[in-house]
């Protein structure tokens, strides 16, 4: 489904009988970033989305959307 929404395609709605959501947050954030540079905040939260990325395909989630500190998933089952 994501890749036929990135394509430009109209796709229909699915049903997923369960759900689950994920929020993601780092503690002490802004203590720990106020000692980083901006090109160490983007390499810490890159490495972190590869790790989450790694965790889904992991155990099969189907990722809905992500923003810059939180993402939400959903899981097939």
Not at 25 to 33: K, L
Not at 51 to 65: P, T
């Given at each position: 489904?994501?890749?036929?929404?990135?394509?430009?395609m109209?796709?229909?709605?699915?049903?997923?009988?369960?759900?689950?959501?994920?929020?993601?947050?780092?503690?002490?954030?802004?203590?720990?970033v106020?000692?980083?540079?901006?090109?160490?905040?983007?390499?810490?939260?890159?490495?972190?989305?590869?790790?989450?990325?790694?965790?889904?395909?992991?155990?099969n989630?189907?990722?809905?959307?992500?923003?810059?500190?939180?993402?939400?998933?959903?899981?097939?089952?």
């Amino acid at each position: 489904m994501a890749d036929g929404l990135k394509a430009g395609m109209t796709m229909k709605p699915q049903l997923f009988v369960e759900a689950s959501v994920s929020f993601v947050v780092i503690y002490n954030f802004t203590t720990i970033v106020s000692k980083m540079t901006p090109v160490q905040i983007v390499d810490l939260i890159n490495h972190l989305w590869i790790i989450f990325d790694d965790i889904a395909a992991k155990h099969n989630v189907y990722k809905v959307g992500r923003r810059l500190l939180n993402s939400c998933l959903s899981r097939r089952y």
